[in-house]
């Protein structure tokens, strides 16, 4: 009964190992070396496709079975554990009878009795891991290349965030958080600036295109590395300017002695349509010791400012002087700012007169800056600081409707008020809202005249600028240009603009009573502008002589110390009611 019932069990233990190969799809075989022969379970034909069902099977099967790539391999994996009398494990695919690829894994253990080696194993199928496993490879060879693009992309984008585009140095941006480091290095002893700007570029880019300009600004770039110390960090911080950041030089002479050798070879000259457009640059340079930098970078451009002012193509070193400079222009820009928004800019007037007559026949509005502390300021003290500031359009805002709003009072006390002349700037005269605003202070017509400076009308890319010159005729405003001779008029642009008016430049008519060759001149103008049906203003006049020559060369309007001084508007009302009054002349 024992022997029967642990049969029994034997065989329950058998089915439940059966159950559970079948649910595993694991196979079992045992390989006799000597017999060469091979025996499968039921699992092992499945596996292989076989269709059969025998136990017994020649060991040819398997290794026909084998995918040819795999075989040499899979055969070493086997003679290595027989010779070893060890352990078998092994991966490969086989090829199925359809054609199909699966993978399987083969494990056996190695036993031996009276010399006979004998293996007996598993093999499972693995293709569902194997593809797995290579998918996931390929994925992660994926995410990397994609890591690796990316990353390579950030360093893209940052580089190109900090890096002129043109030129390939640094840029603004770069300078700035350079600047910053700098600031924070303990071992940093002192540090200077050069700030470089082209001069003449605007001329290079009208002229000659922006492609020539961007070569001229790829050649200074190069020049100018080329030229400084190889620890010195130099970037392109605006349109025509660069910076080079010079750490722990020798002296500010020597360093001094590098920028104007590098002004002189920044000098370039450019052929374009048979002529020849020159270049170069002005220099500005600053320095400090330690930490003490934050403000290094102005100073710099204050010094180089000072370069251009003194005739360019020079090199400028930052002083106490111009500090003190820069401190004044930095208070008088904030008075400036809090005077406008008070009204303490006022216009002063100027009478001109009919050169024959001597009557009072226009007045011009001057600028002048009712100081609460330093009185009345002529435009001397604060033009400059104004055009800085890019405020020049609120200025001449501020005092042609101040000059509006005195004529209208005026007229409302019965005096007749001639026209008024007010200047205006590039940058207001370029506004597109500027007709909409005049339009709202409702200027009468032939009332008003503006004043252009020569270099604006003949300015051919300020299309914005024509369009207003036309809309300002239309509205009966007078069109004069000012300072004319001073800059480099045309005869075509006199037609393209048709002002009602010239103003002669001071400078022409002061030496008009010693210098025959200035009369010449100057009676050319007047030929030139009468031929157009254009009026000629002269200003400067400052003695009877000069009033009387320009009336017999053909002026038709006088302006000058010599008729009046800028006076305000209650001492203009009253002169004006007084020549009003008595029909009076202006007298010499």
Known sequence: MKAARSEQEFQNILRRLELALDASRIGVWEHDTQKDEVVWDKQMHLLYGTGRTNKRVKAALWIKAVHPDDREQAEADFNYALKGKGNYSSEYRIVLPDGKVRYLRSRAHCFEQDGNITFIGVEWDVTADVLLNRELQRQKAIAEKRAVEL?????????????????????????????GELSEDAGLEKLAILHIGLDRFKQINDTAGHSVGDDVLKSTAGRIVAALPNSAFVARIGGDEFAALVANFNSVEDLKTVAERLAQ????????????????????????????????????????????????????????????????????????????????????????????????????????????????????????????????????????????????????????????????????????????????????????????????????SEEGVLSNVAALKNMGIDIEIDDFGSGHASIIGLMKVKPRRLKIDRRLVFPITTSREQKRLLRSIVDIAKALDIEVVAEGVETPEHAKLLTRLGCDVLQGYAIAYPVSGAEILARLRETQNAALAVQF
């Open 151 to 179: 990353e390579a992309s950030a360093r893209r984008i940052e580089y190109a965030a900090e890096h002129d585009y043109l030129t390939g140095l640094p840029n603004r941006r770069f300078f700035d958080r350079r600047l």
């Open 265 to 460: 070879q920044l000098k370039q000259s450019i052929w374009h349509n048979d002529e020849v457009l020159r270049t170069g640059a002005s220099i500005g340079l600053a320095s400090a010791t330690g930490r003490n930098i934050a403000s290094l970078l102005a100073e710099a451009d204050v010094a180089l400012h000072r370069a251009k002012r003194l005739g360019r193509g020079r090199v400028e070193v930052f002083s106490a002087h111009l500090k003190a400079q820069l401190n004044n222009e930095r208070r008088v820009a904030k008075q400036f700012a809090r005077g406008l928004e008070k009204g303490e800019f006022v216009p002063f007037y100027q009478a001109q007169v009919d050169a024959r007559t001597r009557r009072i026949v226009g007045l011009e509005a001057l600028a002048r800056w009712r100081h609460p502390k330093r009185g009345v300021l002529l435009p001397g003290e604060f033009i400059d600081v104004t055009g800085n500031l890019g405020m020049l359009d609120d200025l001449d805002a501020a005092i042609l409707e101040a000059a509006l709003k005195d004529r209208r009072a005026w007229m409302r006390q019965g005096v007749r008020v001639p026209r008024i002349a007010v200047n205006v700037s590039a940058a207001r005269l370029s506004d597109p809202l500027l007709i909409d605003e005049l339009q709202q202070l409702d200027v009468e017509p032939d009332t008003l005249s503006f004043e252009l400076l020569e270099t604006i009308f003949l300015d051919e």
